[in-house]
């Protein structure tokens, strides 16, 4: 499966982005998709994940409450709405694909979309 992930900008702190992942292919509900996010100089960082049919879900604890994660299956897409951004929030952010498991472990993704970078200034 080819990722593709878009939406991101800058933000003032406080506001709000929506990422969109545009997935390839006739298999898209064969995966498991995830967010994850990276900045310089650091390891990418798990930001939440959702399972197969959209009835799971699963946060890194620094965006539970603020951040959602969807998927359409019928449109091949994954969305990842973010509210109440903090300037920690910058990074680029990756959509994640594999057809194993709900991880948090980037290890265990087989597929990235090329990252979209979203920026929240103070």
């Known amino acids: 499966v080819q990722l593709q992930a878009f939406g991101g900008g800058l933000v003032q702190v406080g506001g709000s982005l929506r990422l969109s992942c545009a997935a390839s292919?006739?298999?898209?509900?064969?995966?498991?998709m995830a967010w994850f996010r990276q900045v310089p100089d650091k390891d990418r960082e798990f930001v939440a994940a959702?399972?197969?049919?959209?009835?799971?879900?699963t946060y890194a604890d620094s965006v539970k409450g603020r951040f959602a994660i969807s998927r359409d299956n019928a449109k091949n897409t994954m969305d990842l709405q973010m509210n109440s951004l903090k300037p920690e929030d910058t990074a680029v952010y990756f959509c994640?694909?594999?057809?194993?498991?709900?991880?948090?472990?980037?290890?265990?993704?087989?597929?990235w979309g090329q990252g979209t970078q979203v920026t929240v200034s103070s």
């Open positions: 959702i399972s197969w049919t959209g009835r799971t879900t």
């Open positions: 292919g006739r298999t898209f509900s064969s995966y498991v």
């Open positions: 994640a694909a594999n057809s194993r498991t709900v991880s948090v472990t980037p290890r265990f993704y087989d597929y």
